[in-house]
């Protein structure tokens, strides 16, 4: 059973550079047909794909945070990060990371971490 | 980018009972459609993909339909642990864009 995990700091200062990580377990990462995703949902509101990754180092974001998004993949680490820049308090929300199967009839968010809140504030 | 929309945005719905919860795409999507069910302070999870498959695990009483742009999820008989809300998400072209959630309460 694949599971993810986030980790990083809760609060960011305004300007600054949030970062977090998601390890996964159960699974590898380099397993082919999958993207390695962030996705957002700031409090009490929708869902906001951030972007994913694949394990041979692909991105591909979300237009409107895409100045400011840069995902990576450690495969021998067996996990991949997101770093959002210039943060403001429109970053805060919960960041989850999950897994998309790509391929066939398979293009769904199909494991996905607990979610961590990062709050933006001075 | 493609816009996701859903009704209604809240319903209240007795244990036992037929729920229906619409979704539409603002253009065609093919069926590159999702559904999720999150509960308070939890994750997304998985519900039906690809407009009416089941994942593995997910109860019979949920199925999914299409019709062009219309995507509809049905709850054929509500249970105590349905109580949540859903959200819809396309995955036809990238940005992927999730629906506004349907909230189903206890009524």
């Known amino acids: 059973q694949v599971q993810l995990q986030e980790s990083g700091p809760g609060l960011v200062k305004p300007s600054q550079t949030l970062s977090l990580t998601c390890t996964v377990s159960?699974?590898?990462?380099?397993?082919?047909?999958?993207?390695w995703t962030w996705i957002r949902q700031h409090p009490g509101k929708g869902l906001e794909w951030i972007g994913y990754?694949?394990?041979?180092?692909?991105?591909y974001y979300n237009p409107s945070l895409k100045s400011r998004v840069s995902i990576s993949v450690d495969t021998s680490k067996n996990h991949f990060s997101l770093q959002l820049s210039s943060v403001t308090a429109a970053d805060t929300a919960v960041y989850y990371c999950?897994?998309?199967?790509?391929?066939?009839?398979?293009?769904?968010?199909?494991?996905w971490g607990q979610g961590t809140l990062v709050t933006v504030s001075s | 980018d493609i816009q996701m929309t859903q009704s209604p945005s809240s319903l209240s719905a007795s244990v036992g009972d037929r729920v229906t919860i619409t979704c539409r795409a603002s253009q065609s999507i093919s069926s590159y459609l999702n559904w999720y069910q999150q509960k308070p302070g939890k994750a997304p999870k998985l519900l039906i993909f690809?407009?009416?498959s089941l994942p593995s695990g997910v109860p019979t009483r949920f199925s999914g339909s299409a019709s062009e742009t219309d995507f509809t999820l049905t709850i054929s008989s509500l249970q105590p642990e349905d109580f949540a809300t859903y959200f819809c998400q396309q995955s036809y072209s990238i940005p992927f864009t999730f629906g506004p959630g349907t909230r189903v309460d206890i009524k």
């Open positions: 999950a897994r998309y199967c790509s391929g066939g009839s398979c293009f769904q968010f199909d494991y």
């Open positions: 690809a407009a009416s």
């Open positions: 990754i694949h394990y041979s180092g692909s991105t």
């Open positions: 159960g699974g590898s990462i380099s397993s082919g047909g999958y993207f």
